[in-house]
């Protein structure tokens, strides 16, 4: 399923409405043991562009 989120994410990245929607989708799609390996993917990924939004809902997880 992780692999099928990041496909996604990674073809809606260029609008960040879009981004941040498919990202909340997607968190709901994963395991917990998936959650830290998706975060650190989605950082790497994405921190340039969208590090806000990652914050917004990685931040929610961890607390």
């Known amino acids: 399923m992780m692999e099928y989120v990041k496909t996604i994410l990674l073809k809606v990245s260029f609008d960040s409405k879009l981004f941040e929607k498919e990202l909340r989708k997607g968190l709901n799609l994963l395991v ?11 950082y790497k990924t994405f921190s340039k562009l969208y ?10 997880l961890a607390g």
């Open 32 to 42: 917990p043991a998936e959650l830290e390996e998706f975060r650190k993917w989605c």
């Open 51 to 60: 590090e806000p939004i990652l914050n917004k809902y990685f931040i929610k």
